[in-house]
């Protein structure tokens, strides 16, 4: 299948070109090459790559940016996808959007899981533009596949795991407070990739939960991740109120991945398991591109 991959440079985007390269004919794209804000670009693109199936990972994923650049957000996260997806409806072809977990307000009780059909009530500029997202793709496109996935991670770009390495390495005595009191299912985008490659020729449509299985808070990922990457740290656990940020996160943003599992779709496997994967893969890679970044 002709695929364009929009964010192609991005955690996601790059493991979807690792996953799908091999059986599809794949079209990487990301900014500025195309800017999804603009029409012109997306169509541009479009005309020339003349996709059957487009995967837009790209996003404005800094969440607490998110709240002093709005009009960038919304632009990214909302408009953008109203041209992609306006710009398929006109031309053909389908498409898979990716959304988030923070559309929800986390007010449920940890571990109640969030599924496909309960109500949304975003409380950052993040969660609120993707939602946005969200309903302008299903209004125009109904075929549409929306994944909501969580807390990414991947060996390529910044991310929560990396963090946690760099800060342990940089002094594994000092100790930096990790939230305890959020909850949610860190997912390898590698993995998300693998899912994504599952439902291209499946009768599927409309909104997906897609995390690995099982929870953890911020605290206790950072602490598995380290244990399993042999590095030493002297991290504390601490309440969302130590540490404040510009977005409010939800406490509770655990998925399950109903509509999934009901279809017998599921690739994902355990959070514990996949980082026990991503260790194994990645160890030294990691530890020597940041040992570089600390100067070491
Ligand atoms: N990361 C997470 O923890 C997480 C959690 C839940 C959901 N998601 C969703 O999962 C998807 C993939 O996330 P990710 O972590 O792979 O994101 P990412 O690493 O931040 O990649 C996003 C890509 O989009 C590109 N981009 C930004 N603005 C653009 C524009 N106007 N036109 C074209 N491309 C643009 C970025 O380019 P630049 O780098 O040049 O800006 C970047 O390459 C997103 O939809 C995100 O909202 C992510």
């Known amino acids: ?38 029409r012109r670009s997306v169509e541009n693109i479009c005309k020339t790559a003349d996709p059957e199936l487009i995967i837009n990972c790209a996003a404005f994923t800094a969440v607490d940016a998110c709240e002093t650049e709005r009009e960038t957000a919304w632009k990214v996260n909302a408009e953008g996808p109203r041209i992609i997806a306006e710009t398929i409806k006109d031309g053909g072809g389908s498409l898979i959007h990716i959304s988030t977990d923070y559309v929800f307000d986390g007010s449920k009780p940890v571990p109640e899981p969030y599924r496909e059909n309960d109500s949304v009530n975003p409380i950052s500029e993040y969660g609120r533009s993707k939602l946005a997202g969200e309903k302008i793709v299903l209004e125009t496109l109904p075929d549409a596949i929306i994944l909501r996935t969580a807390w990414l991670y991947s060996a390529h770009g910044p991310n929560f795991l990396k963090t946690m390495l760099r800060l342990a390495l940089s002094d594994s005595t000092r100790r930096f407070t990790i939230v305890d009191d959020q909850f949610g299912s860190l997912t390898w985008s590698y993995r998300l990739a693998r899912q994504i490659e599952r439902l291209i020729d499946a009768p599927v449509k409309g909104i997906m939960h897609t995390t690995s299985e099982g929870y953890s808070s911020w605290f206790q990922a950072a602490c598995y991740f380290l244990e399993k990457m042999g590095v030493e740290h002297s991290f504390a656990a601490c309440t969302t109120a130590d540490y404040p940020t510009a977005a409010s996160r939800p406490k509770n943003s655990i998925l399950e991945n109903g509509v999934l599992d009901a279809q017998g779709l599921s690739v994902f496997r355990s959070w514990q398991e996949d980082v026990d994967e991503f260790v194994g893969r990645y160890k030294d890679q990691l530890l020597r591109e940041t040992r570089a970044l600390l100067g070491g």
Do not use: A, Y
Not at 6 to 34: A, K, M, W, Y
């Open 1 to 38: 299948m002709k695929i364009l991959i929009i964010g192609s440079g991005g955690q996601l985007g790059t493991d979807c070109i690792g996953v799908l390269q091999d059986n599809h004919r794949i079209t990487p794209v990301d900014f500025p090459e195309i800017d999804i804000t603009s």
